[in-house]
């Protein structure tokens, strides 16, 4: 499975070009849900850069209770194999109907990331 399409690719970049306008990076809505299937880590995609698409910026919930907002370096995702070797998938169903900083005050709140 595609993990970014193209379609997500280029919100991701409009996103950043939201950025550069002046939008606090935490007021944008997440493009992406990732996830490991056999795990409880989550991470919600919000912008890459246009030239150095192998980098993310979003939310980042590993399940262990301390979300973190910044950089995800993608082939790390892409590579990653956890229990019964399984990689990293992406939510087909996600929609965002907030912003980062909501969902980083729900998870900082409830414990973990619902998305």
């Known amino acids: 499975m595609k993990l970014i399409t193209k379609a997500a690719r280029q919100q991701l970049e409009e996103n950043f070009r939201e950025t550069e306008r002046g939008l606090d990076p935490m007021d944008l809505w997440p493009v992406v849900k990732l996830f490991d299937p056999a795990g409880a ?9 246009p ?6 910026w979003g939310l980042a919930d590993l399940g262990l209770g301390s979300p ?3 950089d995800i ?8 194999r ?5 990689g990293i998938e992406r939510d087909l169903h996600f929609e965002a109907d ?4 909501e969902y980083l ?9 619902r998305a």
């Open 41 to 49: 880590a989550t991470w919600l995609l919000a912008y890459t850069v």
């Open 51 to 56: 030239d150095q698409p192998e980098v993310a």
């Open 68 to 70: 973190e907002t910044g």
């Open 73 to 80: 370096y993608l082939p790390e995702l892409y590579l990653f």
């Open 82 to 86: 956890g229990r019964f070797n399984l």
């Open 98 to 101: 907030k912003s980062i900083r």
């Open 105 to 113: 005050e729900e998870t900082r709140r409830d414990g973990f990331l």
